[in-house]
């Protein structure tokens, strides 16, 4: 398989001769495991800081929860969360920064404020996300999920699970590329309507998403598949995660999304000295 080439975000380079880690800061009350914990500006903040400093290679900065169940909120209530900690963090932190949003509206302005990337749950469905990521000529994030939020784990069925979530991320990656943009990050979207095994497969087969010729990134922290390995609370899964983040690393993850960013680091470290051994 061919290196792949460096990523720009605006005067960031992403290069993928390493595992990098994307630190999750949620300005949520409900996320599924830190929900409430950083809404407040300063300890979010504080909270950006730390996982730069414990190695995050990217903050990937939400507002809005897509648990399982959970209800979209509005697009003014979503950017009053997270514009002032991005507007906050672009200025002083030396990573770049990431949106996680499927609002078209959110990304704009957030891009507007010098967040480095977009993150979409959607996949980049949405045509106009296509066109604003073309606009501000940033990396986007394409993850794949079967339904919404609110329905997604109402019994989710595949025939092949890998296989058509590879088609699927290579219609996105086309559509994103002929509308003007250059890079493309895929994401297969674990717990985003798949069963634990699907989450499983995913993770064993993660390898053959590189077929698709742009970074893998892929998001198993804390997630409920853990919780239903291991017998754990959500607060209960950092060893399932580590473990989780050693396999994805060996099996061809370019960048894991997580919370834990200084255990991830140390775990995805020791991966990545047999990975490229
Ligand atoms: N997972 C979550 C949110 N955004 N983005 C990508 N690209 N990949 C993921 O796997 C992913 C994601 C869910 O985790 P979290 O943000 O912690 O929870 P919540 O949606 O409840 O805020």
Redesign the pocket.
Known sequence: MAALKPVRCGGYTLTFDRTLLMG?L?V?P??????GRFLDFDIAVEHAREMVEDGADIL?I?G????PG?ESVSEAEELGRVLPVIEKLVGEVNVPVSI?TCKPGVADECLKAGAHML?D?TGLTDRRMIEVAAEHGVPA?A?HMKGTPKNMQQNPVYGDVVAEIIEFLGGRVGAARDAGVEDVIV?P????GKTTEHNLQILKRLGEFRSLGCPV???P???SFIGNVTGLPVDERLEGTLAAVAVAAMNGADII?V?DVRECRRAAQVADAVRYA
């Open positions: 999750v949620n949520t409900d996320s599924f495991s830190d929900g990937d939400g809005e929860s897509t648990r959970s996680d993150n749950i994030v993850m994401d979207g674990i717990g985003f990134l892929v998001g922290s804390r997630k999304r919370h």
